[in-house]
């Protein structure tokens, strides 16, 4: 594939788009957010390929550390520009070139709906292991001290940290049902039939 | 971490990645297969999820903790 990438062979690029669009997507987006996300994506492909053609990548088998390697170069451009523009708004008063920041409707809903579930499992946890998932998430205290300070073994650290877990996937779970169940039931009533029985 | 006997991420190196607790090297490591799979990709979305609502519980926790029922405070004045 690299060979026909420096070919300039579009079957080359075609199969490095397919094997890292996903990837490359999903590490734009978590780092930077879904703003201008297909351009970023867009621009990722470009200079990849770029350098490649330029001979930069000296070992193909290296590919995959290559193309994270790039991605994170762009991505510490991206937030040194957006540091750079947000230094020179605020230093001259000029009108913002920021990009939009709106938040998604959307996704403040399912964020809001995952602390609401993050709290129903803190507040049905006995004090002490609420005090140790506080410490871990909040404090961000390492589970050495925790376990130090709280008098706890590494076991009952992790099993304290894993229940909380399971019962955060739970009530997801639950959630996640009882939306459905909502849904089938509006689809029937809109079809003017009872809604199906779950199995 | 990925090896040759299971080539995905564990769940508690998961979560050390979205806690950012993890060395520059095993980052790259695990940024590395991301590119590459999918359903590690969707663990740590989840397990990235779960930390930011479990962050952001506590601090409600803790400041209810700390400030206990402002209400009843204020009626009492």
Known sequence: MVERIQANDPSGMEELYSIFTTGIRFYLC?????QDLDDKVHDAFLTIAQSIRRGDLREPERLMGYVRTVVR??????????VE???NFVDADHTPVLRDRKPDPERTAIEEQNTALAMRVLNTLPRRDREVLVRF????QSPGQICREMRLTATQFRLTKSRAKARFTELGQARFARRLGFTASMDARRRGSAPAQAS | MPNSLDPHLDAETTEEYSLQQLSARKTAEVETHLLICESCRKAVAASDAYVAAMREAAAKVRETEQNPMPHRRMAAR
């Open chain 1, 73 to 82: 170069r762009q991505v510490a451009g991206y937030i040194g520009t957006a």
């Open chain 1, 137 to 140: 998430y909040l404090q961000e």
């Open chain 1, 85 to 87: 523009a947000r230094r």
């Open chain 1, 30 to 34: 978590r780092q930077l957010g879904p």
